[in-house]
C-alpha cells in the first residue's frame, strides 16, 4: 500500500478513493477494459488492524473516511 501510494505520488497524483457505488460501476468498467500489458493500479482502500464481522466496517479509505458498501 504505502509504495503504490508513494509510486502515485512520484507521479505527481494519489490512489484513488471511490465514494459511491456508481464510482465503483465506473472503475470496475474500467478495470474490465484494460489489459494485463497495462500494467497496475492500486485504490486508496485499506484493512484495519483489528477484526470486526461486519467486512465492510473494517475498511477506510486513505482520508479514513469508512467504506460505505
Do not use: M, P
Not at 509504495?3 to 490512489?15: I, P, S, V
Not at 465514494?19 to 474500467?30: K, S
Not at 478495470?31 to 485504490?43: K, T
Amino acid at each position: 500500500f504505502e509504495a503504490a501510494r508513494q509510486t502515485c505520488k512520484e507521479d505527481d497524483g494519489e490512489l484513488l478513493s471511490i465514494e459511491t457505488e456508481n464510482e465503483q460501476r465506473l472503475v470496475e468498467r474500467f478495470v474490465q477494459e484494460l489489459r494485463a500489458s497495462d500494467g497496475d493500479f492500486w485504490i486508496g482502500l485499506r484493512r484495519g488492524s483489528q477484526y470486526n464481522a461486519d467486512c465492510s466496517s473494517q475498511y477506510n479509505w486513505l482520508d479514513n473516511s469508512q467504506a460505505t458498501f
